[in-house]
Nanobody, 123 residues
């Protein structure tokens, strides 16, 4: 289990923006794929966005496409999730994860996880 530490969550109003950060160990950061997941109370963990380390392929779930942007800083070993126009349904614990699999959507491949950061969006 490699080290991943999320930060940046908080309580905001609908329509606001937040940027989540994930500080990763070098070993985690150089795995093939990194991603953001979220889990709302009573719901399954959902893949929100992922980015391939080599080649830069990116995916977004339909629920966040056009509002969220994933990015990475290779010099700082940081992964980010810029979240704009937040909605109440975005309320969840957000997790950073890393995978050696090249398929961004292959969820079992994500073996390294952070502890999560809470995002709460009020109406």
């Amino acid at each position: 289990q490699e080290q991943l530490v999320e930060s940046g969550g908080g309580l905001v109003q609908a329509g606001d923006s937040l940027r989540l950060s994930c500080a990763a160990s070098r070993r985690a950061f150089t795995k093939n794929s990194m991603a953001w997941f979220r889990q709302a109370p009573g719901k399954e963990r959902e893949l929100v966005s992922a980015i391939r380390t080599w080649g830069g392929d990116i995916m977004y779930s339909d629920s966040v496409k056009g509002r969220f942007t994933i990015s990475r800083d290779d010099r700082q070993n940081m992964l980010y999730l810029q979240m704009n126009n937040l909605k109440t349904e975005d309320t969840a614990v957000y997790y950073c994860a890393a995978s050696n699999d090249l398929n961004l959507r292959y969820i079992p491949g994500y073996e390294d996880w952070g502890q999560g950061t809470q995002v709460t969006v009020s109406s």
